[in-house]
């Protein structure tokens, strides 16, 4: 099979730092694909790099066999990847929708949308209420609130509805439940579950191993700013996962 | 309300010399029974302010407006708005653009107080005016008229072609080392005086637009222990200026009345509203001289001038 | 210590959950009064204002509470208020913009200098004015947004280089208004007066009350306006989540220049003449403007009509400290205190009605 | 996917870790050079300061590269580099003071005034004068830290408060040298000379000099110094780690307005007199010098010794230009473009060198 | 056994929401002390209540049998207690030294100190690495690096070892390890038992139950608001204690 989303020698630095060194990546139609290593291994560089939000000093990537060049999340976001950064990248003082629908606004039918651009509130309203609750991550009560009055695992919750509603090819979601509690972060998982049912395929970044095994159908492992392997949650026990990213044991070969 | 108001509008209320016209306004207003409001634009060029001014003075139903213009034709179209109210206008100190554009202008021609200097400062000097190294201390950098007319009247009376007559700076005659500009205060003063030093230390002859400039340009000069072999000379005649011209500091000044405007002026407009009588201007002018004399210890012949002690008695601020 | 690899079955089942909801004590009036000033945040500068023309008129009765007076104010306010518009613009995107005033003189001294110097035709002669204004923006936001200097030094900057470009071009020649009356009426086009009963407007007021109504939809209700917030909100979560940060803050700062370039040549309707000296306080004028209407100096919060108000509110207290015959310095002292007190007052109403 | 309980053991035990170690592709003197720039924030402006001394001198020869051309500009930038040291620790606390030049005039009358108007001793007035614009300051902080008023807008209110209060208490008087000399030499201190070869030196430049060293000592070796810092970077992390934030902004203001009284004592020794017209473009000149002399207008980074150099730098920049020939509309044209130059140089450096 | 720190009644409202709900709080001596809720449940709020951060609208709080008014962070640390707070409250700009001593300067001894009060750069500098080092945290190459420039994990880190540095009565923990890797967590987890066993009791919030049923003496359930109730963990599983904090079962009782 052929990768969706597939990335070759990826450099970036900052600095001193390498981020990424010379790292390869590789995704498969309908799979979710963890990526796990310890703070500061360059995971969030890496998906940073592969949907634009950081140009990449070195490496290629390609999106379902043809060479992409990204240089703004808006790039990425045209080709069909959405990504949930771990900063969660909302306007704090815009509402729920606003926040749902920046950089790809629903403009009225007829001339107000054309000639005068005015945007189709309502019909954004909507959607954004239905996507919220479709997916039956919350309730909310009120789809104009500002994003700052929501609690984090809310705002998580806007973020990760925000992808999964627009992601056609790629949904990134980079560990979206760090902040959350215990039901919170379910609610998250059973999302993913859902995204991937519909075929759409997931890349997680978490430092949950017990979440990691059970919704990943490959796990990548990340070390020093590189691939270390990849490996088959059924194949290997968290304990094994664990020992490779921190360099306690080194994998047999390059795997899966 | 059968009080007669009247309005005076000046350019600062910062500079003395609106400070002293004012008083002079408000003397004078007291004494006839007429309700004087005053007001001042920011800065000297701010006319945008003295614009706001003539409508508050429109709004309040006033019968005369003294006005010191910070932009001579700026101002033009609301002096006209005031007089189609029926508003008496008079221009004080700086004449409007055009000229009629007031009912009448009480002022001192402030080119005439430009070249009595001038004429002082070449005369004073004999012939030595041939190889004079000249300070010009202007005002601002966007050249308000008055300091432009003092600038160049100066030149003209000391004898130096002033290109165009509009603006300073455009001069080519290599007596001038350059021009710097003050803000009109003693600070700019002193600065534009080093700055003009550091290009020529041999500079002898200083035009400064007013006294505080010159007092500034004197302790740059008096740092280099040069303050006594260098001539400056100023405009306005405040006290402070007029002893400054006692103490040696500035060699001579040319001298205004702005109290003497100010109250001519209220005078005018008290009896215009009570018979609507228009004041005249001086004969073979086109406006009301109050008047500039050149205030100096060290006269030469050919130029009138008063001493500093007759200035002490005229003087303001 | 036992079964612990399947507690997070506990909340693998969905219950129906009750919210937490708690009682809401304020009741009735004022609560919906608090609500009210909580979404619209232009209210406080509006009560204010209304307050400050009900005070003056109880003080000075008709001179002041007439619709001569009233429109007076219009007229006296439009040039800052088109000024506070650009502001309030780059403003909201959490820049400043020290330049616009300089921007105002310069594109009114070319509208002028193109017409009469050159002879240009008058109506060229303001298109060209007001595109001078968009490229000085363009300036300033090419400064910011690609190479990423901060809005005030960039603004501190071609703040002193347009104005000593305008002294220079303008060879501070002032052009009469006898003058453009005679061969260039266009150019007064902006101070044409129409009355309405006692009150007199300009065509430069209804264009300044109309751009405040325009910009205050397009904010509210286009995808660049919600950018504009965005952007000053969080520039970087802007970027991830989809905005072309460098495009519209490109876009805000040309459009203050131009709506400085507006704001020159209403100048030359309310002054008769193009004179280089004029505008020369629209800075710190429209940026007070600005943060009496609400406006945060931080982006991304605040109505633009708060600024038309806030404009507003410095012209009532302007003109009302006058006729009350207080002398100039004591109008300023009193803005000073008003300033203070106009954000005192907006920050202790938002605690309240937090 | 068994064994998941224990998969945390694998960390239990602690191993020898090898820490990432990226070769460092950049060797020798530049890369030294590269550290020192980015440890040592007044070191950009310091370099440009050099560069602009040695173009000039190069340019202008010995009447620009001599003693006496060099001293003069450290006269001349002694009011404006004293208030800019007031400036800096407020924009490192990231506010603003607008009211600074207000505040320096204010005190500088109350000097004289007190000395002259009501015959108290010299000492005692200046005192007072000082007294006077440490006041002003703790107004300025009392608002900014207890009604949480931002710094912008609590300055422009005082500045045109302070302003007001300064022509009407001096009721636009001027004091003149000649008196002061003879009955107040005291005020005169600050402008007293002294001569080393063919450079002259002030007691103010001397002060300013001194003033500086002492900020910067203060601000790397005491807590205050860090707390400024602490304040200016993240107010509430500082608060949360135990900073008392609204103690040090208040020191931080009222320190402010006493430096700026001071640098009111220096004026009467540069001018001679005492004028309540001085000092007006005070505050945009100070904001200059700091970011000039690379201080964040975010707070939190930056050295003061950078305002120096930055005020500095735009005297040198004056004073070679003047002495070019540029006449001074041009030298304001060019210090424009010297502002954005200077900032976008100090980023480039800083984007090179990270 | 009397508690070392005790509050009652707290009360907290934020505009409308009510953050603190008349809740009650013991700590015992020498104990860790888990609080566990879901997300928004208002755990935050206690715990900047206890250390002076937030002023409770309400409700009294008690340190060693003494009533305490805290008003600031301050205020509570000079009573010896340390907060690491979610947000790590750390001045980014500023390096390691001058973040672990920020309030509590060590001044010079002579007169420098005395009377110039110059700063112990020295002195400090040693004690700093030396805390990093003896709690064998991590590594840190450059005591006077700028916190910015540290991972998240460093980060958290040296945010611990501050408190743990300088807690002489109680150490407070938010969610220490939200954002660490396995490895990065579990070395807080040492920590926190290294505290413990120098006799300081510990509050830690987390939602990570291994971790909270590893370290924990007691648990303490938020629940909207107030606290639900008390339980030991040896005598409930992991699946009670979530059951409890997400309301999915009520408790008997007011236990322990
Ligand atoms: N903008 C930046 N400037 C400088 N260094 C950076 C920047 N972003 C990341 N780094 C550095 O790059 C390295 C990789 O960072 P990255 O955020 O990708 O790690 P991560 O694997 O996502 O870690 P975590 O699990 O903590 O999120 C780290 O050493 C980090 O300090
Ligand atoms: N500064 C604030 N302003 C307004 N509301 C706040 C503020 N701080 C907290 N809240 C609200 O108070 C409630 C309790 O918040 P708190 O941070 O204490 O929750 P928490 O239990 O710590 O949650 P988490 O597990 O997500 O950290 C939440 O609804 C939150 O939105
Ligand atoms: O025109 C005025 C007066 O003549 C006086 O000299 C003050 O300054 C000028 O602006
Ligand atoms: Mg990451
Ligand atoms: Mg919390």
Redesign the pocket.
Known sequence: MEPILNAKNLV?R??K?I??DHCDFELYPGEVLAVI??????????I?ALSGAVVPDGGEVWLEGARVHFHSPTDAREAGIETVY?TLAMSPALSITDNMFMGRELRKPGIMGKWFRQLDHKAMEDFARKKLSDLGLMTIQNINQAVETLSGGQRQGVAVARAAAFGSKVIIL??PTAALGVKESRRVLDLIQDVRSRGIPIIL?S?NMPHVFEVADRIHV?RL?RRLCVIDPKDYTMSDAVAFMTGAKEPEAVAA | QDETTACLITKTDTNPFFVKMREGATAKAEELGINLMTFAGQIDGDHETQVQAIETCIASGASGILITASDTSSIVSSVEQAREAGILVIALDTPLDPIDAADATFATDNFRAGELIGQWARETLGDEAENARIAMLDLGVSQPTVGVLRDQGFLTGFGIDVGDPNRWGDEDDPRIVGHDVTAGNEEGGRQAMENLLAQDPMINVVYTINEPAAAGAYEALKAIGRENDVMIVSIDGGCPGVQNVGDGVIGATAQQYPLQMASLGIEAIAQYAEDGTLPQPTEGKEFFDTGVQLVTDQPVEGIESITVEEGMELCWG | MSQSDSYEDIVKARREEKFAEFEDERKGLLHKFHHALHVTPALVPLIVLVASIVIFGVLLGSRFFSPFALTLILQQVQIVGIVAAAQSLVILTAGIDLSVGAITVLSSVVMGQFAFRYGIPVPVAVACGLACGALCGALNGFLVSRMKLPPFIVTLGTWQIILATNYLYSANETIRAQEIEESAPLLHLMGAKFQIGGAVFTVGVVFMIVLMLVLSWVLRYTAWGRHVYAVGDDPEAAQLSGVNVKGTLLSVYMLSGLICAFAGWALIGRIGSVSPTSAYEANIESITAVVIGGISLFGGRGSILGSLFGALIVGVFTLGLRLLGADAQWTYFFIGVLIIAAVAVDQWIRKVSA
Request: without cysteine; charged residues 25%.
């Open positions: 970036k900052y600095g730092v981020a990424l290593g310890d703070n500061g291994a360059g995971k969030s560089t890496l940073k771990q980079d560990e970044i430092h990340h700013g």
